[in-house]
């Protein structure tokens, strides 16, 4: 990395630090490219949210999201990739070296590896942003202790909301999952442990219209989308767990993406600028595992380092 004034200039600049950025850092600093990776809001990306990750290969007992992406990230460090906590709020792909303004200051960069992730979808329903933090979550990691002894509700299908749902039993005295139809997305295991545990109870064909509460969640007020029929569900709190968003507002008018905001890329995970690289969720809406956006983080920076290598032999 070589400063002048408040710019640094980098071979290869990383935004994110999950388990895409944190791969991708990994493989660039055993290329010996001195990879910087800009942390973005959350260290470690919404794996380090999971309590336990049971299919990340290698872990037959599991192992907590936190833990995993302080492994990734000492793992990268000890090879020479610097990480710093920063956040990236502008790029310019105008014109080599690529030009990335943060909270601290300016980057130049020749390749830049774009592992920005997704962020939890919210219900859009009344109150619901007011009673954010009093009631309603999204992490059941995070808030799932301040619910001990407590009535939730989940609302989702999917594998999330019934993870995150298992997870909260350890607290709550009853976990509510109210789901829109009445089959779940979720895969087969979760989903049979979900039925079986005695804390667990589902509400089919539901969703929830408003969230009811002055200075903390109440109740919510839900509709049967069979039936039309309303009612009132008294709970302490509510975690929402229906999808994800891709952060990649930055990035619009620039790169490529698909409609719901993905950002394209093509098997070597090159996006529509050359040298601007994409991997994990940020590009792909399809399987969002901890151990693909790792791979595809690690093809990323193979690739950028193949790139490099070109350029440089151009310029030779
Ligand atoms: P997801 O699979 O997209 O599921 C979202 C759920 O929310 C669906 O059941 C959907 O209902 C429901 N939903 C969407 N919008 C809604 C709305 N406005 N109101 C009410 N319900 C709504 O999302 P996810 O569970 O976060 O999983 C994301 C990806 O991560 C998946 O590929 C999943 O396999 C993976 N994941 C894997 C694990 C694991 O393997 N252990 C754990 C977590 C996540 P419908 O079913 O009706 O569409």
């Known amino acids: 990395m070589s400063n002048t004034g408040n710019e640094k200039h980098v071979k290869v600049l990383i935004l994110g630090s999950g388990p895409a950025g944190l791969s991708a850092a990994l493989y660039a600093a055993r290329a010996e490219l001195a990879p910087v990776v800009l942390t973005g809001m959350q260290l470690g990306g919404q794996a380090a949210l999971t309590h336990v990750i049971e299919n990340y290969p290698g872990f037959p007992e599991g192992v907590g999201g936190a833990q995993l992406g302080e492994l990734f990230q000492k793992q990268a460090e000890h090879f020479g990739a610097t990480v710093e906590f920063d956040l990236a709020n502008a790029v310019d792909f105008s014109q ?18 774009i592992t920005t992730g997704a962020s939890p979808n919210m219900l859009k329903i009344p109150k619901e942003v007011e009673l954010t933090g009093r009631g309603v979550s999204y992490c059941a990691t ?8 407590k009535k939730v509700v989940i609302v989702g299908g999917g594998d999330s909301a019934l993870e995150e749902g298992l997870f909260i039993t350890r607290y ?6 109210i789901h829109r139809r009445d089959e779940l997305r979720a895969g087969a295991i979760l989903q049979k442990r979900a039925m079986d545990h005695p804390k667990i109870n589902f509400i089919w064909n539901t969703i929830v219209t408003e969230a009811v509460g002055t200075e903390k969640l109440e109740a919510l007020k839900l509709k049967n989308v069979v039936t039309n029929e309303e009612s009132t569900f008294e709970t302490d709190g509510l975690f929402v767990f229906i999808g994800h968003t891709p952060n990649s507002q930055m990035f619009k008018g620039k790169l490529e993406m698909s409609e719901l905001g993905y950002i394209k890329v093509n098997e070597k995970m090159e996006t529509s600028v050359p040298g601007v690289f994409a991997a994990g969720e940020i590009a792909d809406p399809t399987f969002r595992q901890v151990v693909t956006s790792a791979g595809m983080g690690a093809a990323a920076a193979i690739q950028a380092t193949r790139y490099l290598e070109e350029a440089e032999s151009v310029h030779t």
């Open 96 to 113: 080599r070296p690529y030009k990335v303004t943060t909270d601290s200051g300016e980057y130049t960069a020749d390749s830049v590896i």
């Open 142 to 149: 995070c808030d799932g202790w301040f619910f001990k002894d």
């Open 172 to 177: 709550a005295s009853s976990v509510t999952i």
